[in-house]
């Protein structure tokens, strides 16, 4: 144990359902200065388009990444003796303004990475992620490892609505802060609006890899393509929970049948070593539709594996 990096507090010593609740039960710090690694929640979900919910998804996140302990049992990964990371609450989301919260997420992150550290959120809609996309990718776009039934890549909703929980990675594309060459799709699945639907950003140069083409691969196969499109550049890891099969998670807000069980998607998670991860997230926790919160431990899981693949690259960037 590091003594000089922030600690999860210790279950046998206080009960995992007792305390306040915070990711990983780390501490809760008022900054990112000093961290390497930062949560932040983004309790939000004005961009769904059916079931709405995921602005619950935080909290559940939290109090289910309780059952997490201090060390990966497969790569014995110890994130928090190799990097500092604390819990920074949630970002001040606005319910009733779509580009006040976008606004406010993205300064969140700006001030995090400004501070030198990796931002992990846990939404919220997928709106939430074009915030982070503006953040990292101003300067320079950043690529994308994208796991989701959806493409999110559709233009408008109910009229002109262009910022949806279905549009995000659209808006991130035509806004220059991603670059779709370095963007890879891993799930995609169910009816769609229109044969074309997923035209565009195939035309834009996305790497759409769907269920049936996972399933025949496999996740190692998977992830070894998914290294090889983003590269050695900057990528962000957006991790949507309807990903997993409802059998998995049923508590979200676009389910979709036939898709991954928990463990193929821990595997894939594993297979981001060599990613240069600038950030992540987990979105579309709907607490409300979940049965005995197996869909917010799934989540919590994900962020876990999250950290486990972080922690080491940010540990070898301050040893480098």
């Not at 201090?70 to 009733?96: C, I, K, S």
């Not at 919590?300 to 486990?308: D, K, S, V, Y």
Request: net charge negative; with cysteine.
């Amino acid at each position: 144990m590091n003594a000089a990096h922030p600690q999860p507090v210790d279950a046998a010593l206080v009960p995992r359902f007792a305390g306040i609740a915070t990711f990983m039960r780390l501490p809760v710090a008022a900054a990112a200065a000093g961290l390497d690694i930062a949560f932040l929640g983004v309790p939000w979900d004005a961009g769904t388009t059916n079931r709405a919910g995921a602005r619950h998804g935080p909290r559940a996140l939290r109090e289910q990444s309780a059952l997490m302990r201090r060390a990966h049992h497969v790569t014995g990964v110890q994130p928090y003796d190799l990097a500092r990371v604390a819990d920074l609450g949630d970002v001040t989301v606005n319910p009733f303004d779509i580009r006040d919260t976008l606004r406010a997420i993205e300064a969140a992150v700006a001030g995090v990475a400004a501070a030198g550290a990796v931002p992990l959120l846990a939404g919220g809609d997928h709106l939430t992620t074009l915030a982070p996309l503006r953040a990292l990718g101003r300067e320079e776009p950043v690529g994308m490892i994208h796991f989701d039934a959806h493409s999110d890549t559709n233009d408008r909703y109910f009229g002109d609505n262009r910022l949806t929980h279905g549009t995000p990675f659209r808006r991130a594309i035509e806004e220059g802060v991603l670059d779709p060459r370095r963007v890879v799709q891993i799930g995609i699945r169910g009816s769609v609006y229109d044969p074309g639907e997923h035209g565009w950003a195939k035309e834009q140069g996305v790497r759409i890899l769907y269920m049936e083409e996972c399933a025949r691969r496999g996740p190692d196969s998977v992830m070894e393509e998914a290294r090889a499109v983003v590269g050695q550049g900057r990528t962000y890891v957006s991790f949507d929970i309807d990903c997993l099969d409802p059998a998995f998670a049923p508590g979200t807000g676009t389910p979709e049948i036939g898709g991954f069980t928990t463990r193929e998607a821990q595997a894939m998670l594993r297979g981001l070593h060599n990613v240069r991860i600038a950030g992540a997230d987990v979105v579309e926790v709907s607490p409300p539709f979940d049965l005995g919160g197996i869909t917010a431990l799934a989540g919590a899981t994900m962020l876990f594996e999250l950290l486990c693949a972080v922690a080491p690259q940010v540990a070898a960037r301050r040893a480098g």
